[in-house]
């Protein structure tokens, strides 16, 4: 069975500051994985996905998450934050014969930027 | 213009009633979902179902059943509500493939008293 660990349920960043949200997956096979971030009484919203190919992927709004399968992690990054990045944000895998299966979601992170 | 919509945003109803949650998408997706997000902000996956599958998650129980009378609707029907159902539900669509992100509505609601 798949799963996805966020380790740390809160990170706190200056603004301005390089941040980092972690997350490690376990599936068997080569791993679908996906940012997504939910601001308060939203729906969640896709950052970037990693299907195959460079390990470095880059999405929305300056974020960026490296694939590292040796330590099967897909942690997120920004090179600077910014106030309004403040959010809960959740890592999902799904894996490729998922087909029509919902995406395994990790328990999120509380990511809080502080001005 | 909306991508996924639930209706209602908010539905508080007691314990033993039935309640229906409406999606609907206009992005042309084959595939839709609902997922059960709790207090504790965990998300798990409740259903999926394109025009070939229902695929269902065994924890869920069978009083909640999901309807689709068309590609682009799925609703999601509960009887005999209990306290433990008060969560906020959302609604997803994606194309069928595992490869494609999901697209998610705003999320219902539901306050069970």
């Known amino acids: 069975a798949q799963s996805v660990a966020q380790p740390e349920d809160q990170v706190n960043v200056a603004e301005g500051n390089p941040l980092t949200v972690k997350c490690t997956y376990s599936?068997?096979?080569?791993?679908?994985l996906f940012w997504y971030v939910q601001y308060p009484n939203r729906g969640l919203q896709f950052l970037l996905k990693?299907?195959?190919?460079?390990?470095l992927v880059k999405g929305s709004y300056g974020f960026e998450a490296e694939f590292n399968k040796s330590q099967t992690s897909f942690h997120l990054k920004k090179p600077s934050a910014l106030v309004s990045d403040s959010a809960l944000y959740f890592c999902?895998?799904?894996?490729?014969?998922?087909?029509?299966?919902?995406?395994?979601f990790g328990k999120g992170t509380h990511l809080i930027i502080q001005p | 213009d909306t991508a996924v919509s639930q209706t209602p945003k908010y539905l508080v109803t007691q314990m033993g009633n039935d309640k229906s949650i409406k999606c609907e998408q206009n992005?042309?997706?084959?595939?839709m979902y609902w997922y059960k997000q709790d207090s504790k902000k965990f998300l798990k996956i409740m259903f999926s179902?394109?025009?070939?599958?229902?695929?269902i998650n065994e924890t869920v129980p069978n009083r909640f059943s999901p309807k689709s009378p068309d590609k682009a609707h799925l609703n999601l029907h509960i009887n005999s509500l209990e306290l433990g159902d008060s969560a906020v539900y959302f609604c997803?669509?994606?194309?069928?493939?595992?490869?494609?992100?999901?697209?998610f509505g705003d999320g219902t609601r539901l306050s069970i008293l």
């Open positions: 997803a669509s994606s194309h069928g493939t595992a490869n494609q992100p999901q697209h």
């Open positions: 599936v068997s096979g080569n791993p679908y």
């Open positions: 990693y299907i195959t190919g460079d390990n």
């Open positions: 999902a895998v799904r894996e490729p014969g998922g087909g029509a299966d919902g995406l395994t």
């Open positions: 992005l042309g997706h084959d595939t």
């Open positions: 179902y394109n025009n070939k599958e229902l695929i």
